[in-house]
């Protein structure tokens, strides 16, 4: 089965600092990665995928993400977080099985909260 | 570019009554995706479509059902609604490739009294 696990549900940074939410993966062959983001009350915004290629994928907003084969993660990051960073965070896996759609599995979700 | 459209934004049902929820995009994309946002439960695949006229469960299908008569249109039905069935909705869409992203609606937050 494909799927990712998000170990942490509320990260907390001061704002200027780095941050960085946690995402690991399984699946039976390649992995087709992505992140999104939720605003309240809004729906689901895409940062960011990782498919082939580099394992630093850079997104919108100024995040990035770095895709670790041996250690089965993908996370996310940004240098200098900014209190407008505030939301919640979503990894997620393609299934790439036969007849599934392609559809997205997804984590649990992270809350990130940037203190000013 | 409106991109995907979910009507209604906010409702309320009685227990036993039943609603549909309208999905529309704008992208001609194949495939479209019904999910439901549960606190601290992530995103679940209700129901998806791979094509105009073609329905397939996903994860947590039970008391839903769904319809794909035109293609830029997905529709989910409840029939008899269930207070287990409080939750945001979200409907997406997407290419047909693997590498693509999927896009999002605004949701719908129904709660079943």
């Known amino acids: 089965a494909q799927s990712v696990a998000q170990p942490e549900d509320q990260v907390n940074v001061a704002e200027g600092n780095p941050l960085t939410v946690k995402c690991t993966y399984s699946?039976?062959?390649?992995?087709?990665l992505f992140w999104y983001v939720q605003y309240p009350n809004r729906g689901l915004q895409f940062l960011l995928k990782y498919i082939t290629g580099d394992n630093l994928v850079k997104g919108s907003y100024g995040f990035e993400a770095e895709f670790n084969k041996s250690q089965t993660s993908f996370h996310l990051k940004k240098p200098s977080a900014l209190v407008s960073d505030s939301a919640l965070y979503f990894c997620?896996?393609?299934?790439?099985?036969?007849?599934?759609?392609?559809?997205?599995?997804f984590g649990k979700g992270t809350s990130l909260l940037v203190t000013p | 570019n409106a991109g995907v459209t979910q009507t209604p934004k906010f409702r309320v049902l009685k227990t036993g009554q039943s609603m549909t929820l309208l999905c529309a995009q704008d992208m001609n994309h194949e495939y479209m995706y019904w999910y439901r946002q549960d606190p601290g439960m992530g995103l679940r695949l209700i129901h998806y479509s791979v094509g105009e006229g073609t329905t397939a469960k996903g994860e947590v299908p039970d008391g839903y059902n769904v319809s794909r008569l035109k293609k830029q249109n997905f529709l989910l039905g409840l029939e008899s609604a269930a207070p287990s069935q409080t939750s945001v909705y979200f409907c997406a869409s997407s290419m047909t490739r693997v590498y693509t992203e999927a896009f999002f609606g605004q949701g719908t937050r129904l709660t079943v009294v």
């Open positions: 699946v039976s062959g390649n992995p087709y």
């Open positions: 997620a896996v393609r299934d790439v099985r036969t007849n599934s759609g392609y559809a997205l599995n």
